[in-house]
């Protein structure tokens, strides 16, 4: 397994991170495809064993079950200084105005909320799940550097958001002399593009990582185009992030088999090294539901793609609209 640095920060990071999100008690929160506590167990042990060190979650996923089975397997499985737990804040957690949002209030309270059903001190990365148009910037940057100097997150990060919104933050850290974003969690994939048109210059230039979420566009680069799978048919979001260009993205998903049965790899495979070509791009955040899939995220690592072949699989993008946020 390979590790590197997240953008420009001290921070190593696994190459491929394991998303938490498919973790949790399905009855509870807007996830019924999640996989329960002892589902969920061989896949964190598989992914240690890998040399995954990396795993990202949110205090939503789930209605923060997904955090409980993140920190419990992790520390049934592994040591606590050996890995990297990444969390969000921003949806909706509970009423009131602390429920929710990039407040003070809000941020204060769900980041001790998020460490109690992780098990933990600190997080090594918090992250902004949205940007918070109802929250002053600054109010929101003070917040959370005030949770880095108290020693419950070590490094913070963004999540899906216009790029003049992220530029906005960073300026705004430096002004108030707060902590600076390390990354940015973003949606990209061989169907989701447009972040190579103004966020991913702007994290390459400013020594910020990309981690990018949905790096298999929510299994459609993995299948056959109509093939159905349980999230499929109850993932709304999903649904609405991949309805724009279907005879375009179509041809991308062939693109991609084809090459995978060139190679004799899996789709997700193929898929992951091209993200992996990206210059901007540290490390995507893929999920795991069946077995097999950590060993084709892993196997990615190994996948050198010649120029041709990246060139094949992007020929057909067309532009989309920006979606997910």
């Not at 590197?4 to 491929?16: E, N």
């Not at 949110?58 to 520390?75: D, P």
């Not at 460490?115 to 929101?140: A, K, S």
């Amino acid at each position: 397994m390979e590790h590197v640095r997240l953008g420009a920060s001290g921070l190593q990071v696994s190459r491929v991170i394991l998303g938490c999100m498919s973790y949790g008690v399905p009855d509870q929160g807007g996830h019924p495809w999640s996989m329960g506590l002892d589902d969920a167990r061989p896949f964190f042990r598989e992914a240690v064993e890998a040399g995954i060190t990396t795993f990202d979650t949110a205090n939503v996923y789930s209605a923060g079950t997904s955090e409980e089975i993140t920190g419990k397997l992790l520390g049934e499985f592994t040591r606590r200084e050996d890995v990297v737990i990444a969390t969000k804040v921003y949806n909706r957690m509970g009423p009131g105005t602390n429920g929710a949002g990039l407040s003070r209030g809000a941020i204060l309270t769900q980041i001790d909320a998020s460490l109690r059903r992780l098990g933990t001190d600190y997080v090594d990365l918090y992250q902004i799940h949205r940007y918070d148009e109802n929250t002053p910037i600054e109010e929101t940057m003070e917040a959370l550097h005030d949770v880095v100097q108290a020693g419950k997150a070590r490094y913070i990060g963004a999540s899906s958001m216009w790029a003049w919104q992220f530029a906005q933050a960073q300026y705004v850290a430096d002004l108030g002399g707060w902590t600076r974003f390390v990354s940015m969690q973003d949606q990209y994939n061989l169907i989701q593009r447009e972040e190579e048109r103004e966020m991913h210059p702007f994290c390459f230039d400013q020594g910020v990582g990309v981690l990018p979420w949905s790096p298999l566009a929510r299994g459609r680069l993995t299948r056959d185009w109509d093939e159905p799978s349980q999230r499929s048919e109850t993932d709304d979001f999903a649904r609405r992030m991949y309805a724009q260009a279907e005879d375009a993205d179509r041809r991308v998903a062939s693109a991609v088999a084809a090459l995978a049965a060139d190679r004799g790899v899996s789709r997700a495979t193929v898929a992951l090294a091209w993200l992996l070509h990206q210059p901007a791009v540290t490390a995507p955040i893929f999920g795991a539901t069946k077995p097999g899939h950590i060993a084709d995220a892993v196997a990615a690592l190994e996948l050198g793609l010649t120029e041709k072949e990246l060139a094949g699989l992007e020929e057909e993008y067309v532009p989309h609209l920006p979606a997910g946020f």
